[in-house]
């Protein structure tokens, strides 16, 4: 199947990109140029010089998928295209594009979970005008093991405010967002029930009043062993990992009555959970 009957077809999702050249200076049009570029970059080029390498060897595979009628365009004239496109037009365009690999329904039945989560880049610290180690927050596609999108900002504590834009540029509908207790807000929780999504969200003591009330619903529960009373679903986990036998013990139950004042707060909130970590040699 080529790409023009693909479903998952790679120009319409790049259409949206602007070509920066005059009209007399196109040998090559822009969607060869942005094709081979992210299929080469895909496959290890690094740089224009390694995408012409790579357009000169694959160019049969290529033309599968755009023309190329007048063979692998240059170095220059990828660097220089590459050099004159808008990033923001061509950063949105590939997550569409990557997006749609996942965008649809699982055959299985199985929802999307897509995690989000924060990294500090070693090294970075050193950079030129910047007194903090850059930080990316990214959106992962669990079952495909593909990055949705990210976030550049310059310290952890930014993460607040970079998870909303990162989640503007996701296809919510159908999937399962989790974050940290540092995207455990009320009104990232209300961007993704808005986007059509649902949410786990870990809280720690940067919501205090929930996490006392959760601390003191399980803790109750602990010491009544009263789960099934309050239909509270169970399970347990068991890997080895880095040495050490590591046993998770997953506890969730719908919002009780105690808390139904926090269902009016967190727009979406229907569930409460807790999740015991134990660890041995």
């Known amino acids: 199947m080529t790409a023009a009957t693909s479903p998952l077809d790679f120009r319409p999702h790049f259409s949206s990109v602007e070509d920066p050249r005059i009209n007399r200076s196109k040998r090559h049009q822009l969607m060869d140029i942005l094709f081979v570029s992210v299929a080469a970059t895909l496959a ?40 004159l496109i808008k990033p923001a037009q061509f950063q949105q365009a590939f997550l569409d594009w990557i997006a749609s690999f996942v965008s649809e329904p699982a055959k299985d039945g199985e929802p ?25 927050v ?41 974050i940290d207790a540092m995207g455990c807000q009320k009104e990232i929780a209300r961007q993704i029930i808005n986007g059509g999504g649902d949410y786990v969200l870990a809280v720690k003591d940067n919501q ?16 009544q062993e009263d789960f099934a009373d ?40 229907l569930s409460i959970g807790q999740v015991i970590t ?4």
């Open 44 to 83: 290890g080029a690094d740089g224009p010089s390694d995408i012409a390498d790579f357009t000169h060897e694959k160019l049969d595979w290529c033309r599968k998928f755009v023309p190329l009628e007048h063979g692998a365009p240059s170095h220059d004239t990828i660097g220089r295209v590459l050099a």
């Open 208 to 223: 205090p009043k929930l996490m006392e009330a959760l601390r003191a619903f399980f803790t109750e529960r602990h010491e």
């Open 138 to 178: 990214s959106a992962w596609a669990t079952k495909q093991g593909l990055t949705l999108g990210q976030v550049a900002v310059d310290s952890k504590s930014n993460e607040i405010t970079a998870i909303p834009k990162l989640l503007q540029m996701l296809e919510l509908s159908g999937a399962i967002v989790s």
């Open 230 to 269: 309050h239909n509270c679903r169970r399970q347990t986990t068991s890997e080895r990992s880095r040495g050490r036998d590591e046993e998770r013990s997953f506890l969730i139950a719908p919002l009780p009555e105690s808390m139904s004042h926090f269902g009016r707060e967190w727009k979406g909130l």
């Open 112 to 136: 999307r979970f897509v995690p989000i989560d924060g990294k500090t880049l070693c090294g970075s610290g050193g950079a030129k005008h910047r007194d903090s180690p850059l930080h990316l």
């Open 278 to 281: 134990s660890n041995s040699r």
